[in-house]
C-alpha cells in the first residue's frame, strides 16, 4: 500500500515555521516565509533521497530544522553557506537527523 504523508509533513512545516517566528528576533516581522525541503529521506540510505532538513527563510533570519545527510549539498545547490543560518533546530535526536552536523 502507498500512503503518501504530504498533509503532517506540511502541518508540521508550518508549525515549526510559526515556533521558530517567534522564538527568533526579526523573524516574527517577516512578511513572507519561504519553506525549502533540504530532504525527506529516512534513516536508510537512497541514492535518490537525502536525510531530514528543513529550511526556513523569514526576512532576514535564516532557520534550518534538523541535519540529515545531505544537507549542506542541498544548501550549496541552493547557493547559501552553512555559516548563513541564523538557528538550528533539531527536532530529535535520531542519527538520520543529525548526522549533518559536522558539516555545517
Known amino acids: ?7 503532517p509533513l506540511s502541518n508540521g512545516v ?4 510559526l515556533f521558530a517566528a517567534l522564538l527568533i528576533p526579526g523573524a516574527a516581522q517577516a512578511q ?3 519553506v ?12 535518490d533521497r537525502f536525510g531530514p532538513s528543513i529550511l526556513v527563510e523569514a526576512g532576514s533570519q535564516i532557520l534550518q530544522f534538523d541535519a ?3 544537507a549542506t549539498q542541498r544548501l550549496a545547490q ?4 552553512g555559516g548563513r543560518v541564523t538557528a538550528l533546530f533539531l527536532t530529535h535526536f535520531h542519527s538520520d537527523h543529525v548526522v549533518g552536523l559536522p558539516d555545517l
Open 1 to 7: 500500500m502507498n500512503e503518501t504523508r504530504r498533509a
Open 14 to 17: 508550518a508549525a515549526l515555521a
Open 32 to 34: 513572507t516565509f519561504k
Open 36 to 47: 525549502t525541503l533540504l530532504g525527506t529521506g529516512d534513516p536508510v540510505a537512497r541514492i
Open 68 to 70: 540529515g545527510r545531505g
Open 78 to 81: 541552493l547557493r547559501m553557506q
